[in-house]
């Protein structure tokens, strides 16, 4: 009988200890953020309006803006890592960085790895940019042809299984974007918020935006696993972000036209 009180004495104390460990590690990653000065946000570099390289190589456009919201929150500097999609999530794992908020698609497996915030931030949907002589008018369209996509991109898979395009993967939009302007590609499978910002500019004047979106999905910001308290905050400065119309307002500063999901948002927590 004393030997079991023990033992239950022992594995209440290892549950405490873990809980305050957990407590501490919370309020560290706040913490430590405001004893370091500087906010380290994984952004794009190379997705306009959404995370771009301006002429002075600075990184901006609408996710470094909502970066600097959450710096100037925490009374700190912000300091812009850019990241592509294959490499993101490690980047936040190994602590390369203390927020993400990089067009990432909030999907359940990534849950598992990255602490993604609710509610989401944003959404966008499938597409492809092609050039209008090739004439594709749906997703069938595409298959036997060769298609660029970003690597881990979780659309690449959809794009390749279920309408059977040969996906040819590149590290950044960069390559991408070359690789479609070469030939090397028949179109270019990509979100449809990006493209429609693409579809603008004049050296894209006769590609275009020809299939029916698809898999419209929201996007997430996200925190290292286990840091409670950031992610507490950051779902506050996510509704806020919604109540205030900010994100209404960056879209239309940056360019974009106001999507459905940034509009439904704002109203339902106005």
Same mark, same amino acid.
């Given at each position: 009988?004393?030997?079991?009180?023990?033992?239950?004495?022992?594995?209440?104390?290892?549950?405490?200890?873990?809980?305050?460990?957990?407590?501490?590690?919370?309020?560290?990653?706040?913490?430590?953020?405001k004893t370091a000065g500087v906010l380290k946000v994984g952004v794009k570099a190379d997705y306009k309006p959404y995370g771009f390289l301006d002429p002075s190589g600075a990184i901006v456009g609408i996710e470094p803006d909502l970066a600097k919201d959450v710096a100037d929150k925490l009374g700190v500097k912000v300091e812009f890592v850019p990241v592509v999609s294959s490499n993101r999530m490690q980047f936040l794992e190994q602590g390369k960085i203390d927020l993400m908020i990089a067009t990432m698609t909030d999907k359940p497996d990534?849950?598992?790895?990255?602490?993604?915030?609710?509610?989401?931030?944003?959404?966008?949907?499938?597409?492809?940019?092609?050039?209008?002589?090739?004439?594709?008018?749906?997703?069938?369209?595409?298959? +036997?042809?060769? %298609?660029?996509?970003? /690597?881990?991109? &979780?659309?690449?898979?959809?794009?390749?299984?279920?309408? @059977?395009?040969?996906?040819?993967?590149?590290?950044?939009?960069?390559?991408?974007?070359?690789?479609?302007?070469?030939?090397?590609?028949?179109?270019?499978?990509?979100?449809?918020?990006?493209?429609?910002?693409?579809?603008?500019?004049?050296?894209?004047?006769?590609?275009?935006?020809?299939?029916?979106?698809?898999?419209?999905?929201?996007? +997430?910001?996200? %925190?290292?696993?286990? /840091?409670?308290? &950031?992610?507490?905050?950051?779902?506050?400065?996510?509704? @806020?972000?919604?109540?205030?119309?900010?994100?209404?307002?960056?879209?239309?500063?940056?360019?974009?036209?106001?999507?459905?999901?940034?509009?439904?948002?704002?109203?339902?927590?106005?």
């Amino acid at each position: 009988m004393k030997k079991t009180f023990l033992k239950a004495l022992a594995v209440a104390a290892t549950a405490a200890a873990f809980g305050l460990v957990a407590q501490a590690a919370n309020a560290d990653a706040i913490d430590d953020i405001k004893t370091a000065g500087v906010l380290k946000v994984g952004v794009k570099a190379d997705y306009k309006p959404y995370g771009f390289l301006d002429p002075s190589g600075a990184i901006v456009g609408i996710e470094p803006d909502l970066a600097k919201d959450v710096a100037d929150k925490l009374g700190v500097k912000v300091e812009f890592v850019p990241v592509v999609s294959s490499n993101r999530m490690q980047f936040l794992e190994q602590g390369k960085i203390d927020l993400m908020i990089a067009t990432m698609t909030d999907k359940p497996d990534r849950r598992k790895v990255v602490g993604i915030v609710d509610p989401n931030y944003y959404s966008s949907g499938t597409n492809i940019l092609s050039k209008k002589s090739l004439g594709f008018k749906t997703w069938e369209d595409l298959r +036997g042809k060769p %298609v660029c996509g970003i /690597q881990g991109a &979780f659309y690449n898979k959809a794009t390749s299984q279920k309408f @059977g395009a040969k996906i040819v993967a590149f590290k950044g939009t960069a390559e991408a974007y070359a690789a479609l302007k070469a030939g090397n590609c028949a179109a270019f499978v990509y979100d449809d918020s990006a493209i429609v910002a693409k579809t603008k500019d004049p050296v894209y004047s006769d590609y275009e935006m020809p299939l029916p979106t698809i898999d419209d999905a929201p996007w +997430g910001l996200a %925190v290292q696993l286990g /840091q409670d308290g &950031f992610k507490a905050m950051m779902s506050e400065m996510i509704i @806020g972000w919604h109540k205030s119309g900010r994100i209404l307002e960056l879209e239309t500063k940056w360019g974009v036209s106001n999507t459905p999901f940034a509009q439904n948002m704002h109203a339902k927590y106005k």
